[in-house]
T-cell receptor
């Protein structure tokens, strides 16, 4: 079946602009995660959605970052007033339930000029 | 909170073995292992739950020492395809069901 789909694959924008990154998880997966990976670095947790529960936003680095998940499926990560330090690959993952293997999308490479 | 992985990098020749360690200062509920090849998404290898069980996946296996809050990934008779960065992700229940990943171990297998 289809894997986790992320769009766009690449995004170049000017400092100060807002960006929206989309994640389409595997059908039926109840858990959805967003991570950030800077060049040569590890995976930084951003936010986690599980079913209809309130999301765990503890990893969001500032109030410029927000995310929502509509209908328990597609998720959008929004970064407002982008800064150069926001440049990174943003990865989305989903799992059937919590504590299950996470399946990653190919990521969105975000470059802030 | 972030688990510590060691070594940071290792170079092997085909057929050699390697061990990658992942240690936490907090009591762990589970440890996940993933491999990421350059320019690709991380790929799941295995999950270990507290209880010290060892799991295997082809010639890659892992153990979880609950008392030491440590997991080790064992790669035996390494192949060129094993090259990549290995990440452990730790789940600490008090922090919820999110994974906190280590900084990664770069593994390069040479022919």
């Amino acid at each position: 079946g289809a894997g986790v789909s992320q769009s766009p694959s690449n995004k170049v924008t000017e400092k100060g602009k807002d960006v929206e990154l989309r994640c389409d998880p595997i059908s039926g997966h109840t858990a959805l995660y967003w991570y950030r990976q800077s060049l040569g670095q590890g995976l930084e947790f951003l936010i986690y959605f599980q079913g209809n529960s309130a999301p765990d936003k503890s990893g969001l680095p500032s109030d410029r970052f927000s995310a929502e998940r509509t209908g328990g499926s597609v998720s959008t990560l929004t970064i407002q007033r982008t800064q150069q330090e926001d440049s990174a690959v943003y990865l989305c993952a989903s799992s059937q339930f919590e504590n299950q293997p996470q399946h990653f999308g190919d990521g969105t490479r975000l470059s802030i000029l | 909170q972030q688990p510590v992985q060691s070594p940071q990098a290792v170079i092997l020749r085909e057929g050699e073995d390697a061990v990658i360690n992942c240690s936490s200062s907090k009591a762990l509920y589970s440890v996940h292992w993933y491999r990421q090849k350059h320019g690709e998404a991380p790929v799941f290898l295995m999950i270990l739950l507290k209880g010290g069980e060892q799991k295997g996946h082809e010639k890659i296996s892992a153990s979880f020492n609950e008392k030491k809050q440590q997991s080790s990934l064992y790669l035996t008779a390494s192949q060129l395809s094993y090259s990549g960065t290995y990440f452990c992700g730790t789940e600490i229940l008090v922090y919820g069901n999110k994974l906190v990943f280590g900084a990664g171990t770069i593994l390069r297998v040479k022919s």
